[in-house]
């Protein structure tokens, strides 16, 4: 089955880099994206990976050649945990929210993890719970089924992404 995120990978390549947030891709559709705030690219985030195991193995074989062997243990305790935050790291990074209202329907798309989730909302049906308190996300509420998304914005744009859903559903 061709999903609408299925079709929109075809047309704009795999993991949609084309999209901006709030793209109105024809009359009918209208598209959202929202994305974690990456400081470093994947680039940049191996070479720090790599200068701190660098650098933390050469104080552990600096002073295990002066003794201290037992540093050195610290040192590669230290480089695994570095490591397993790099990787927890680069799990979420690329993290995001698509919201797609398109034919009367509206999709929402979440990956978490490299993990992708898609539900299919009534727009007639859909409430929008705009963020009460500073850390809330955006509650989408459908018969039932409860979606947060905007998680990763800063208030005042996740409280504007809220209005812009709002009005886009009354149309």
């Not at 985030?45 to 037992?70: D, E, H, M, P, R």
């Not at 990074?93 to 034919?103: K, P």
């Not at 996300?137 to 744009?157: F, K, M, N, Q, S």
């Amino acid at each position: 089955m061709l999903t609408p995120f299925t079709a929109f990978r075809t047309m704009h390549g795999e993991g949609g880099r084309t999209v901006k947030r709030d793209w109105p891709i024809d009359g009918d559709r209208r598209e959202w994206l929202v994305r974690r705030n990456c400081s470093l690219t994947p680039r940049q985030t191996v070479a720090v990976w790599a200068a701190l195991l660098g650098l933390s193995l050469g104080v552990g074989l600096f002073f295990t050649l002066q003794g201290a062997w037992y540093v050195l243990v610290f040192s590669v305790l230290e480089m695994i945990a570095v490591t397993a935050a790099f990787i927890v790291y680069s799990r979420h990074a690329t993290d995001c929210d698509r919201i797609v209202h398109e034919h009367d329907m509206l999709f929402v798309e979440k990956v978490r993890g490299g993990r992708a989730s898609t539900i299919q909302l009534d727009p007639c049906w859909v409430r929008i719970e705009a963020p009460q308190r500073r850390r809330d996300p955006i509650r989408l509420v459908a018969r039932g089924v409860t979606v947060d998304v905007g998680t990763w914005l800063p208030e005042e744009a996740r409280r504007a992404l809220a209005r812009e859903l709002r009005e886009q559903l009354a149309q």
